[in-house]
Every structure is written in C-alpha cells, then in structure tokens.
C-alpha cells in the first residue's frame, strides 16, 4: 500500500524514491481513486455474487431513472380489473381490483426508493463515519463522550423511533422519509468505524502526520479515511437494505403519509382490502411488490457479500493497478469483520 | 468505575434520553400532543375550560396551564411512580395496559431471536465443516435469499399459507379464549401455538444472516494454528469442535445479539400488527393509529426499557464469557 499520498514525493527520501521523482496532482489524484473506489469495484466484479448484485442493482437503478418515462403512471381501468400476470400484453404483471396496472405501480414506486435509499445511506454513513473517525481518533475524553452518546442511541429501538418520528413529522418528500429512516442506523455504523479506526491511529504515517503539527481533519480526511473507504461502502449498502426494510414495513402499517406509490402502500391494499390472503386470483396483486422489495435487498446483500473480501488488503492490493505488485499469490480467505449483515 | 456499574449508568442514560424526548414531543412540537388531546376533547362533549384541562391532566400527566418546570416535574414524577397516563383510545390505565403487554412481547421475540440463533448458527457451523461441498453452495445462497427477505413478508405468506390454506395455525391472537389462562396443559399450549406462526417469520428472516457469519467465523477459526496443535496433542474431535472452533466462533456473534435485540423489539410492532398479538408493539400501533398520544409515548417507553434491559443482561453474560469485554479503552488522547 502506498502512503505517499499525502506528502509530495520527494528525492530526498532515500528508501521511497518514487520511479518519476515527482507526482503530479493529478496522478495522485488517479491513483486515489484507483485505491479508494476502482479496486473495491474490481474486487466485487470478480466474485460471482458481486455480478449478480451489481446487476440487480443497475436494472433497479434503471427502472428508477428510465422507468418513469417508459412506462405511464398506473390509471384505473375499470374494465380490465385483477387480470392475472402474462395474461394480458398491456399488462404483463397483472392489475389491480381497480384496473391499475401493477408494473406501472411497481416501477413509478421505485424513484422515491431509490430517492429514500440514497439520502437516508448518505446520511447514515456520513454522520457514522464522522462521529465514529472522530472519536476512534480522538480517544480519551472525546472517544468516551461520543461513545456515550452513541451507545445510548444504539440501545434506542431504532423502529419504534421512527414510528413515532414518522407519525409526528408525516414527512412526506422522500428524501426527508430516508432521513428520518437512518437516524437509528449511524449508531451502529460509528461504533463499527470507531473500532476500525483504533488500529488506524497509530500507524507510523499518522503518528508523523501528528507530530509535524498537521490538523486533526486534515489527518482524518487524507490519511485514515481513504483506508477506511471500503468500509464505509459496505456500510452504505447494510444501512441502504435497513432503510429498504423499514421504509416498506412502514408504508404497510399506513404508518407513513402516502403521496407517491410504494410498493409497501401496494402490499397493504391487497392485504387488507383486496382480499389477496383469501382467493388466489388476487395473490399476484401481493405477489409482485414483495419481489419488488425481495429483489431490491437481494442486490445489496449479494453486494455487501461480494465487499467482505475487501477487508483483506492483499486481494484489494492485487486489484490496484497503481500499486499492484507481483508477489501476492495464495488466494486467502477473507477476514470477515464482525458480519454486518446480521440484523 | 466498575464495569457493571458503567453498563447500569449507560442503560439509565439510555432511559433518560428517551423519556425526556417524549416530554419534549409532547410538550414543544407544534401541533403538539397537548394541543391535539384539548382539541379533540372539546370537540367531544360540551366540556367546560376547567374539565377539559383537568382531563387533559389525567390522560398526559401534566396540567396544560402550569409553567414548563411545574409540568416537568408532574411528568417526571408521574413517570417515576410507574404512571404514563391514560389511553384514551382504549380509556383505561396506560400502564396496566402494556404491564399485561409487555411479558408477551419479550416472550415472542426472546423465542423468535433464540430459534433464529440456534437454527442458525448450527447451519453455518455445518457449512463451514463441509466448505465447498455442494450442501455448502446450496445453503450459502438458501442463506443469503433468506436474509433478503423482510420477516414481514415471511409473515404474510406463512398467514397465507400455514394459516389460510392450510389451517394448520391461528393467524390472530395471543391464546384461544376457551382455554382459561394459569399453568394449565391447554393454555400454555395454546400459547405456544399462537405464538408460533410469528416467531416463526423472524426466525426464518433472521437465520440466514446468523448463518453466514457463523461460517465466516468458524472458517477464519478452521485456519488458526492452535486448531491444528489441538490436533495434533490428539485431542478428541468432540472437543475440538465444541471448544477450539464452535466456542471462539459464536463469541463474535454476541455483538451481533445487541444489534438483533433492539431490531427484534422494533420488528415486533409490525408481526403483532399482523398477526393481532397484542402486545406492546401492537398498542404503539393502535396508539398511532387512534392518535392516542398516552399509549404511543408510554409504548415507546415501555419497549426501550425491555431492550434496554435485554441489553444490560446481555453485556453482563458477555462480560462473563469474554473478559476482555470488562476492560474500558485507555488510550490516549490526541
């Protein structure tokens, strides 16, 4: 691994001459990217399961950027009520009691997911990974403090929490609704960042960094956060799964105001009005949401499985094209950081 | 400090947090509760002024026309003496009401979350032993699909098909009301059954996740050399397995518990809203739904001190079982 990053590469250093003399801006800029989001991409592109997930994620990704405008929002049809799925060309997933096309509904309900998703995992992993770097920095006083504070949240039960905050607020644009949904969810994540950080903050590079009088931020942001880059990815796509989760199982309950279709909206129709439990001829009406939701999370985890092999830093530098070297061989088994997929 | 006595500290912090949130919900949120309850009693009954404040007294626990300190000395107080108010959904005693609610929940989802552990982790410990057989393959994806999906989801089709189609299971309820409740055969079973079809939905959502980190575990462990000096001292395969591999395998898990612990508590106000089982999870529902501020705030309350307290018990076993755990971070500051 290079740690050149941060200083300019210098000649006088006799032991690291780097082959150039100089590195430019730029490649250092490159070669940051390279080891901060290339190589993790490579390395969750060779597993088959990272395949999998990486493409079940660009189709939902498409589906909510594209879909909208391909497919026309859901309009009830009276004569065309609980067609079965593949019976009908214009309806290929079926439609409900009241004629409204059921892919229509599942599509059109993804951009405010994905809108949820984005904001509520951008939320959790940067205030995580700020109180977690901090405090694992930090120490002492700091360190116990935020760690206080943050285990008494952690302790808080994170849906009950929402439930009520849900219910007070009625947020209803979906990017303050994955707000909301993350705030139980950056507890876990600063405690996990901390405890990634705590053999961080001695490493030589940073203890030079400290005694030549560089800013604490500065240290945090240049020198340990890029080392933690994989982490806090993998930590985006755990808090994105949660949010899908909650977000779903809240709509169901008719906990959150509805405006924009949801697929949990969806869910509770057919259960408690549509009758899906009872004849089988409305079962698909539940049927394709649950997918919908099942799929989703199907894509995050198979991504999160795919990034545990981040963590062994020989199979991360073997994908580094900046700083690959040859000599690492033997495939080994990843060290898997305290699963973070168990919830 | 001693380190129990740290844990108890935490877990009160915890409380306090929480109690004082609800104070402030319902005390400075515009629109507050407050607010809503004087509205919605006014609308109720030709109530004079006076009736109305006093009712409003009863149900919140604090008199709308005393100062903030007066209020949140009433709310405290009351709170200490184990008073939360009245629900005016179902018009009785909040806290009689999730007192009868509470053991119900804990005993759902202790249930739920030990069936998930114990199915689990036997299953990631049989697919680390047999890495890279076929049964290995299977079960990771069987795993990795069973922990995408939400329990609620695993809930509907167990509704749908071991209770609707199959009438093999009640889908509403906490006992079959013909059975008179006391330690009799009849009921206890039929507390069981009921309570059945729910735990069941968290165990299946929740063992796939248990499963792949008990393998990832046992499997980093299968590689350690003193696995390999245990072995070669001769010692019995029984022992290994138990001691050396499943032992320093699971401990890891623990923290994954804490984790499990508070999610399972949330997770149950959606199964008892599906199944009916009426639990404290199930009146934070209707308390929401009925805008019945009392129930919804002492719901809250009543179901963070159950985790809290699953969590204080939890770390003091953890504590035994890994010592470590007892010592604090002494490191120094930058």
């Given at each position: 691994?290079?740690?050149?990053?941060?200083?300019?590469?210098?000649?006088?250093?006799?032991?690291?001459?780097?082959?150039?003399?100089?590195?430019?801006?730029?490649?250092?800029?490159?070669?940051?990217?390279?080891?901060?989001?290339?190589?993790?991409?490579?390395?969750?592109?060779?597993?088959?399961?990272?395949?999998?997930?990486?493409?079940?994620?660009?189709?939902?990704?498409?589906?909510?950027?594209?879909?909208?405008?391909?497919?026309?929002?859901?309009?009830?049809?009276?004569?065309?009520?609980?067609?079965?799925?593949?019976?009908?060309?214009?309806?290929?997933?079926?439609?409900?009691?009241?004629?409204?096309?059921?892919?229509?509904?599942?599509?059109?309900?993804?951009?405010?997911?994905?809108?949820?998703?984005?904001?509520?995992?951008?939320?959790?992993?940067?205030?995580?990974?700020?109180?977690?770097?901090?405090?694992?920095?930090?120490?002492?006083?700091?360190?116990?403090?935020?760690?206080v504070?943050?285990d008494s949240l952690m302790a808080i039960p994170g849906?009950p929490l929402?439930?009520?905050?849900?219910?007070?607020?009625?947020?209803?644009?979906?990017?303050?609704?994955?707000?909301?949904?993350?705030?139980p969810?950056?507890a876990?994540?600063?405690?996990?960042?901390?405890?990634?950080?705590?053999?961080?903050?001695?490493?030589?590079?940073?203890?030079?960094?400290?005694?030549?009088?560089?800013?604490?931020?500065?240290?945090?942001?240049?020198?340990?956060?890029?080392?933690?880059?994989?982490?806090?990815?993998?930590?985006?796509?755990?808090?994105?799964?949660?949010?899908?989760?909650?977000?779903?199982?809240?709509?169901?309950?008719?906990?959150?105001?509805?405006?924009?279709?949801?697929?949990?909206?969806?869910?509770?129709?057919?259960?408690?009005?549509?009758?899906?439990?009872?004849?089988?001829?409305?079962?698909?009406?539940?049927?394709?949401?649950?997918?919908?939701?099942?799929?989703?999370?199907?894509?995050?985890?198979?991504?999160?499985?795919?990034?545990?092999?981040?963590?062994?830093?020989?199979?991360?530098?073997?994908?580094?094209?900046?700083?690959?070297?040859?000599?690492?061989?033997?495939?080994?088994?990843?060290?898997?950081?305290?699963?973070?997929?168990?919830? | 400090?001693?380190?129990?006595?740290k844990r108890a500290a935490r877990a009160g912090f915890t409380v306090f947090l929480v109690v004082?949130f609800?104070?402030?919900?319902?005390?400075?949120?515009?629109?507050?509760?407050?607010?809503?309850?004087?509205?919605?009693?006014?609308?109720?009954?030709?109530?004079?002024?006076?009736?109305?404040?006093?009712?409003?007294?009863?149900?919140?626990?604090?008199?709308?026309?005393?100062?903030?300190?007066?209020?949140?000395?009433?709310?405290?107080?009351?709170?200490?003496?184990?008073?939360?108010?009245?629900?005016?959904?179902?018009?009785?005693?909040?806290?009689?009401?999730?007192?009868?609610?509470i053991?119900?929940t804990v005993?759902?989802m202790?249930?739920?979350?030990?069936?998930?552990?114990?199915?689990?982790?036997?299953?990631?410990?049989?697919?680390?032993?047999?890495?890279?057989?076929?049964?290995?393959?299977?079960?990771?994806?069987?795993?990795?699909?069973?922990?995408?999906?939400?329990?609620?989801?695993?809930?509907?089709?167990?509704?749908?098909?071991?209770?609707?189609?199959?009438?093999?299971?009640?889908?509403?309820?906490?006992?079959?009301?013909?059975?008179?409740?006391?330690?009799?055969?009849?009921?206890?079973?039929?507390?069981?059954?009921?309570?059945?079809?729910?735990?069941?939905?968290?165990?299946?959502?929740?063992?796939?996740?248990?499963?792949?980190?008990?393998?990832?575990?046992?499997?980093?462990?299968?590689?350690?050399?003193?696995?390999?000096?245990?072995?070669?001292?001769?010692?019995?395969?029984?022992?290994?397995?138990?001691?050396?591999?499943?032992?320093?395998?699971?401990?890891?898990?623990?923290?994954?518990?804490m984790v499990?612990i508070g999610y399972a508590f949330g997770?149950?106000?959606?199964?008892?809203?599906?199944?009916?089982?009426?639990?404290v999870?199930?009146?934070?529902?209707?308390?929401?739904?009925?805008?019945?501020?009392?129930?919804?705030?002492?719901?809250f309350i009543v179901i963070t001190i159950a985790v809290v307290t699953a969590l204080f018990l939890a770390e003091l076993?953890?504590?035994?079982?890994?010592?470590?755990?007892?010592?604090?971070?002494?490191?120094?500051?930058?």
């Open positions: 691994m290079s740690h050149s990053d941060g200083t300019s590469g210098g000649d006088d250093f006799p032991f690291q001459t780097p082959t150039t003399g100089e590195t430019t801006r730029e490649e250092r800029w490159s070669r940051t990217i390279d080891r901060t989001i290339l190589a993790p991409m490579r390395i969750i592109l060779s597993d088959w399961r990272g395949k999998v997930g990486v493409t079940i994620l660009a189709l939902y990704l498409f589906m909510g950027i594209a879909g909208p405008y391909l497919i026309s929002p859901p309009e009830t049809d009276t004569a065309h009520t609980l067609v079965g799925p593949f019976e009908m060309w214009q309806y290929p997933l079926g439609t409900d009691s009241s004629g409204r096309s059921l892919l229509a509904d599942v599509v059109h309900a993804t951009p405010p997911m994905l809108k949820m998703v984005f904001a509520g995992g951008v939320f959790a992993v940067t205030v995580g990974s700020i109180v977690g770097m901090v405090a694992g920095y930090k120490g002492g006083r700091v360190d116990q403090a935020l760690m504070i943050t849906l929402i439930i009520v905050l849900a219910f007070l607020f009625e947020p209803r644009n979906p990017y303050l609704v994955g707000v909301i949904l993350a705030i969810a950056w876990v994540l600063a405690r996990s960042i901390r405890s990634q950080m705590l053999p961080l903050r001695n490493v030589e590079y940073v203890e030079a960094n400290r005694l030549m009088g560089i800013s604490t931020w500065k240290i945090i942001l240049k020198d340990i956060a890029p080392n933690l880059m994989p982490y806090i990815l993998v930590s985006f796509v755990s808090a994105s799964r949660g949010i899908v989760f909650d977000s779903v199982a809240l709509y169901f309950l008719g906990v959150l105001p509805t405006t924009d279709p949801n697929w949990g909206v969806t869910m509770d129709t057919a259960y408690s009005s549509g009758g899906a439990l009872y004849s089988w001829g409305a079962a698909h009406w539940l049927i394709a949401p649950m997918l919908a939701v099942v799929f989703l999370s199907l894509g995050l985890i198979l991504v999160a499985q795919a990034a545990d092999k981040l963590f062994n830093p020989r199979i991360r530098a073997r994908h580094q094209k900046t700083t690959a070297s040859e000599d690492d061989e033997g495939e080994h088994e990843p060290q898997t950081p305290a699963n973070a997929n168990v919830r | 400090m001693h380190w129990v006595l004082h609800t104070f402030l919900l319902v005390h400075f949120l515009p629109g507050s509760p407050m607010d809503y309850l004087q509205a919605q009693l006014s609308r109720q009954q030709g109530l004079s002024e006076g009736e109305i404040e006093a009712m409003a007294a009863v149900y919140l626990n604090m008199h709308p026309e005393a100062s903030i300190g007066e209020q949140y000395v009433d709310y405290m107080s009351s709170l200490l003496t184990g008073d939360l108010g009245t629900s005016i959904y179902f018009n009785e005693s909040v806290a009689e009401l999730l007192g009868t609610a053991p119900w005993f759902l202790l249930n739920a979350i030990a069936i998930s552990f114990a199915i689990g982790i036997s299953l990631g410990a049989l697919m680390a032993y047999l890495e890279g057989s076929r049964f290995d393959n299977v079960m990771t994806v069987v795993a990795i699909v069973s922990n995408s999906i939400p329990y609620y989801i695993i809930a509907i089709l167990l509704v749908y098909l071991l209770g609707h189609q199959l009438d093999l299971f009640p889908v509403t309820g906490r006992y079959d009301d013909r059975t008179t409740p006391g330690l009799n055969v009849p009921f206890l079973s039929s507390v069981v059954y009921h309570a059945t079809l729910p735990a069941l939905s968290w165990a299946f959502a929740g063992l796939g996740g248990w499963a792949l980190a008990m393998r990832a575990n046992s499997i980093s462990i299968l590689g350690e050399d003193y696995l390999r000096v245990g072995r070669l001292r001769g010692l019995p395969t029984r022992r290994l397995t138990l001691r050396y591999v499943a032992r320093n395998a699971v401990l890891p898990l623990y923290t994954n518990m499990v997770g149950a106000v959606v199964l008892e809203t599906i199944f009916v089982y009426r639990g999870g199930y009146y934070l529902f209707r308390g929401i739904e009925a805008r019945d501020f009392p129930l919804m705030m002492g719901a076993t953890y504590g035994k079982l890994d010592p470590r755990a007892q010592e604090g971070g002494t490191d120094e500051s930058f």
